[in-house]
């Protein structure tokens, strides 16, 4: 079966089937996962699938920059260290980000050598605002040659 590939000038995070946003065409964060029993596992919470998607998606999401949307950069990984904190019930966000300082060191190393990673940390919060997922994602970024 042949598998699609789609480059990062491509991407639409919004265009994964089950999460939202309040924007209109591309995503913005937070992204948020709606209140569905159809993303509920056999105990009635959402599934642990469903949340690391979210995550993932809010990870990628939340290191991409406008050179890597315009296709000058090439993305890779991620490697995720994930902990479920409780079950999730309800409508679930996702916070995404890096410290300043990581962020700068991954601009930094991608101009001097042309490719880089950087830690993006995800946090999942029930519509209590309690966290239910917390996680780090080590992405992967290389400039493409013209």
Same mark, same amino acid.
């Given at each position: ?67 890597? =949307?315009?296709? =000058? ?11 479920? *904190? ?28 042309? *490719? ?26 290389? *400039?493409? *040659?013209?």
């Amino acid at each position: 079966m042949p598998v699609a590939h789609v480059t990062l000038a491509e991407w639409d995070v919004s265009a994964i089937p089950f999460i939202g946003s309040s924007a209109c065409g591309r995503a913005t964060l937070p992204l948020t996962l709606p209140a569905d029993p159809k993303y509920h596992n056999h105990l009635g919470t959402v599934h642990a699938g469903a949340q690391f998607s979210l995550a993932e998606a809010a990870s990628g999401h939340g290191c991409s920059t406008d050179s890597a =949307r315009s296709g =000058r950069l090439r993305g890779g990984g991620p490697h995720a260290d994930v902990k479920f *904190r409780r079950p999730a019930t309800g409508e679930l966000t996702a916070q995404a980000g890096a410290p300043p300082e990581e962020a700068e060191r991954f601009l930094e190393t991608l101009t001097r050598r042309g *490719r880089a990673t950087i830690e993006v940390r995800v946090q999942i919060l029930g519509a209590d605002g309690s966290a239910t997922l917390q996680s780090a994602f080590e992405w992967f970024a290389q *400039r493409v *040659r013209a």
